[in-house]
């Protein structure tokens, strides 16, 4: 069947069981055809072909990170596209190229709320029957926006605690009704269409950037950027960046293919992905491509200066780029140079409002200003009172104080957290808690106890 150049071959087994005269038919194996992987010809048609769909979203100078690294620092606002992300461009790529046959068939995807907004967006505006499998950590706000988009077009699942589960099932769902899978990130299709995104930034600055920094989840905005850019910015270094807690692609590189993370931190759910794509690994594997990560913690602190100063809303997975760039000597992943001309692209803006709290502690946490200790008080009149004078800072405050009373015994351990008024009065703070005659615990970031109560 033609597809624009390529052939998709679709290889069906069915078991045919007879009941009450009907025949059922399952598909035991879906599409195993093996397209070629995009290539810079491919992205410029898909620039073509989804133009009526997408916006050519703005470049935004960062005055705030220019000044900070003495570089020009642009934003590629991909958080204001229709539903809010980038993914909209692979959706709307891969579903223009269907066949009347394949769009009767109806269409499934598997998405952490922003691909599957980009294809109920597709799915409504084309006419197709889409099922999307979302897992339970979504924020409602994206979940709401599906909803909005698709309409009565598509169904909405919510089931399994990560993007993979969602991905198993949605992969189930098409063997048992012969939908096809609409990847958000590993097809040849989805990568093209997610490339068009380099093509909007090589038109739109009068010469190429030096540095374009791209957030990672499965790697297909990666992938349709590097494709690109290899052939048409070929001095512009194309760089990945990962959070730290879910570094799937920097996983598969390191061990010469993809590979099943056994742990992610899902805080940047739109790029905490625990298997990098294969046709993403292949082409990047072809590529000299940089990655990095980037700390849940600094994207946190990322996520407030936008909003705080740049008056942008982004997601987690959206601040992954800006966050990752500084000077020389600053412990930014990416360092960029002085007078460079670099590219963030802020890929997504659908942040629920109700996350900020956690988006806020995490920041605190890793700028070194809010720790957390168990303090063993004494169950006696004044303890505490004497904890704040003897061990407090003038500048330090009690940010959570977790304790329960037990008549039974002396003492009493508390869950405490202190907020520090700079970072630079910690040691100050641990030397007064060294020669207090309190038992005083400091509780790390890798603790159960932390994550219990953090």
């Known amino acids: 069947m033609g597809r624009t150049g390529r052939e998709r071959t679709a290889i069906w087994t069915f078991a045919h069981r007879s009941s009450r005269m009907t025949h059922n038919w399952s598909v035991l194996i879906q599409e195993k055809s093996r397209r070629a992987l995009p290539t810079a010809d491919d992205v410029e048609a898909a620039s073509m072909r989804i133009a009526d769909e997408v916006i050519t979203t703005s470049l935004h100078i960062s005055d705030r990170l220019s000044a900070a690294t003495g570089a020009r620092i642009y934003l590629k606002r991909e958080d204001l596209q229709p539903v809010r992300s980038y993914k909209i461009r692979g959706a709307f790529n891969f579903l223009l190229q269907l066949s009347s046959a394949e769009r009767q068939r109806g269409v499934v995807c598997a998405s952490a709320g922003n691909h599957a907004q980009g294809f109920a967006r597709a799915c409504a505006a084309l006419g197709v029957a889409g099922t999307i499998f979302v897992p339970k950590t979504t924020p409602r706000q994206k979940v709401e926006r599906i909803r909005h988009f698709g309409g009565r077009h598509v169904e909405v699942i919510i089931e399994g605690s990560t993007y993979d589960d969602a991905s198993d099932l949605a992969k189930r769902h ?6 096809l899978v609409v990847s958000a990130f590993d097809d040849p299709l989805t990568i093209a269409g997610q490339g068009t995104i380099a093509q909007e930034i090589h038109t739109q600055l009068p010469q190429d950037p030096d540095v374009i920094v791209v957030p990672v989840g499965g790697g297909g905005l990666l992938a349709g950027v590097v494709a690109y850019a290899s052939v048409h910015m070929p001095s512009t270094t194309v760089v990945g960046v ?95 140079a002085p007078d460079s001309t670099v590219v963030c692209i802020i890929s997504g803006g659908n942040n629920d ?102």
Not at 421 to 435: F, N, T, V, W
Request: net charge negative; no cysteine.
């Open 174 to 179: 098409a063997q048992v009704t012969n939908a």
């Open 242 to 336: 990962e959070p730290e807690g879910a570094a799937s692609m920097m996983a598969a590189m390191a061990a010469g293919r993809p590979v099943t993370l056994s742990n992610i931190d899902s805080f940047a759910d739109g790029a905490a992905v625990r298997r990098a794509g294969d046709f993403t690994y292949e082409l990047l594997s072809q590529h000299d491509v940089p990655l990095f990560t980037v700390p849940e913690g600094r994207t946190a602190t990322e996520m407030l200066d936008l909003y705080q100063v740049e008056g942008i809303i982004a997601e987690p997975a959206g601040a992954l780029a800006s966050a990752a760039v500084g000077p020389s000597g600053s412990g930014a992943p990416v360092t960029v």
């Open 353 to 454: 409002i109700s996350r900020y709290p956690e988006v806020l502690e995490r920041s605190l946490v890793h700028e070194g200003i809010k720790h957390y200790f168990i303090v063993d008080f004494p169950q006696e009149p004044g303890a505490l009172r004497r904890f704040l004078n003897d061990v407090l800072g003038p500048d330090d405050d009690i940010a959570m104080f977790e304790y329960v009373k037990r008549s039974d015994r002396e003492t009493g351990p508390a869950f405490v957290g202190i907020t520090l008024g700079s970072p630079s009065d910690l040691s100050g703070l641990l030397e007064r808690m060294d020669e207090s005659p309190l038992q005083i615990e400091r509780v790390s970031q890798d603790s159960p106890l932390f994550r219990m109560f953090v």
